[in-house]
């Protein structure tokens, strides 16, 4: 019997040890581990829509910097990482608190229901973390509201105002108040108003299956480079949206600028040498230029050269620097003459007027004042030698 009572109280014991130290030989964490994670791994959304998963950042090992990447994507499919309101490429990850990222995935309007995978990574020094986060596309129901163009993909150059027109449809069974709204790029425009009626309004109210077309106008900044940008705009009620994805293509624009670093158009030249002039030439359009080439028109009997003779790529907004050499007439008098100096593009062209002060030699001066002292000289000793016969 005591033996018994004290096989009971070692195992009692044993047991008590167990619970109180059971935390301290749990699974270990890993020195410097990274875990990326979500509350929400699998969002549905419609065609169109613009979603949002929101991410966590947690460090178990020391504090660092940590680089953003999606792995993997569905094909056509826009997606990237936001931080404080801008887009993010990396973040910090502390011990003390998790890092907060958004990542935000641009639905297409044409793509079909389905199931579609996304795989991001957050990657450190010493250790990385991947997430599997899943879009769920469905047929639209009957009750969802539409939002519908004829016309999604307009172009034109970066002054253009661009107008689409779109329907938006309440399919529920009650009416429903929309507010409207558009994500474009900073320094874009987007009003709403409806078809017809030149008023801009941010809001509006249909009835239960009636439709209303609205007028839908963009207008790009004018310093927008060439490309196509997309334009996702939504209308919202409650937990009820609909939205449809504009595309801008902008075709940019051609402009040519030739002058020179002060902005002065003037140089000093000597008669038969070459004097070198510092040119600029700018891209002032929306559209990269390619082969521009130079050329100048001068009075007969000078040379005009640059170096380099040819701009192979001139970015949009960019400028290079061109060395002319102007080398005047060995003829030329002293004086103000004017050079022609044009930049040429296929698209394009720029062109300056360069007024050149020539001042002559002063060898030649030099050898006019010797011959002038030797013709003087002559005569003097002329009216020396015969004066007095």
């Not at 701009?311 to 005047?328: C, E, R, Y």
């Not at 930049?343 to 050898?367: F, K, M, N, P, Y």
């Amino acid at each position: 019997m005591l033996r018994q009572r004290s096989y009971l109280a070692l195992m009692t014991l044993l047991v008590f040890l167990a619970l109180t130290l059971s935390p301290l030989v749990g699974p270990a964490r890993a020195e410097n581990g990274l875990l990326l994670s979500t509350a929400f791994p699998g969002i549905e959304a419609q065609p169109g829509e613009t979603i949002t998963f929101p991410l966590e950042l947690r460090n178990s090992g020391v504090p660092q910097k940590v680089d953003l990447k999606v792995v993997s994507a569905p094909k056509g499919w826009q997606a990237l990482f936001k931080g404080g309101g801008m887009v993010v490429s990396q973040a910090f990850a502390s011990t003390d608190k998790p890092a907060s990222v958004d990542f935000q995935v641009e639905v297409p309007a044409d793509v079909q229901p389905g199931n579609y995978s996304f795989v991001v990574q957050a990657s450190g020094p010493s250790a990385s973390s991947r997430l599997d986060l899943q879009v769920i596309i469905k047929e639209v129901a009957s009750g969802s509201d539409k939002m519908t163009t004829d016309y999604p993909v307009l172009s034109g150059t970066s002054s253009t105002t661009f107008q689409f027109r779109v329907e938006l449809t309440n399919n529920g069974a009650q009416e429903r108040s929309y507010s409207l709204g558009a994500q474009a790029p900073p320094g874009w425009q987007v009003t709403f108003s409806p078809a017809y009626d030149s008023k801009q309004i941010a809001s509006l109210s249909l009835k239960p299956g009636k439709s209303q077309d609205l007028d839908v106008t963009v207008k790009p900044p004018q310093d927008v480079k060439a490309g196509t940008y997309n334009i996702p705009i939504q209308a919202i009620s409650g937990s009820s949206k609909a939205g449809v994805v504009l595309k801008v293509n902008i075709t940019g624009t051609y402009s040519l600028e030739l002058t020179t670093p002060s902005g002065r158009l003037n140089a000093d030249a000597i008669a038969g040498r070459e004097s070198p002039v510092t040119l600029v030439v700018k891209n002032t359009g929306s559209a990269d230029l390619a082969n521009i080439t130079l050329a100048a028109n001068a009075a007969s009997g000078w040379a005009v050269t640059f170096k380099p003779e040819k701009i192979d790529l001139l970015p949009a907004g960019a400028s290079q620097q061109v060395t002319a050499f102007i080398k005047p007439s060995p003829k030329a008098i002293a004086g103000d003459y004017v050079v022609s100096l044009t930049a040429s593009a296929q698209e394009t062209s720029g062109s300056a007027d360069l007024r050149v002060s020539v001042r002559t030699s002063t060898l030649w001066g030099l050898l006019g004042v010797i011959l002038v002292l030797i013709v003087i000289g002559a005569v003097a000793w002329t009216f020396r030698k015969y004066g007095r016969r």
